[in-house]
């Protein structure tokens, strides 16, 4: 049973930084794929950020130069840096992980977390 555990989530303002953690349970070098999806209410979920097992990633445009993802696979931990946020940003963000080798592709992920939620004050 795999378990995934996000932290770090808060209410920061517009312009703030904040560092979402997502811990796993056993190793996370199985996963070849792992990332954060996030979703505001009322709108869809959306992929912001994933990275391979080797290094590569994929972030969506909106957040391009403002969050860094990235994966520490001897602490069995993924990270999320988010900086510059943005009232837009606020929503509950979601890691997940999974043997797939699409990084954008939703159907590479296996597992999800329960998210933390991000709120960004204007």
């Known amino acids: 049973q795999v378990q995934l555990v996000e932290s770090g989530g808060g209410l920061v303002q517009a312009g703030g930084s904040l560092r979402l953690s997502c811990a796993a349970s056993?190793?996370?070098?199985?996963?070849?794929?792992m990332g954060w999806y996030r979703q505001a209410p009322g709108k869809e979920r959306e992929l912001v950020a994933a990275?391979?097992?080797?290094?590569?990633?994929y972030g969506t445009d909106s957040v391009k130069g403002r969050f860094t993802i990235s994966r520490d696979n001897a602490k069995n931990t993924l990270y999320l840096q988010l900086n510059s946020l943005k009232p837009e940003d606020t929503a509950m963000y979601y890691c997940?992980?999974?043997?797939?080798?699409?990084?954008?592709?939703?159907?590479?992920?296996?597992?999800w977390g329960q998210g933390t939620q991000v709120t960004v004050s204007s």
């Open positions: 056993g190793s996370i070098f199985r996963f070849n794929a």
């Open positions: 990275i391979s097992r080797g290094g590569s990633t």
């Open positions: 997940v992980a999974g043997p797939g080798w699409q990084l954008y592709n939703a159907a590479s992920y296996d597992y």
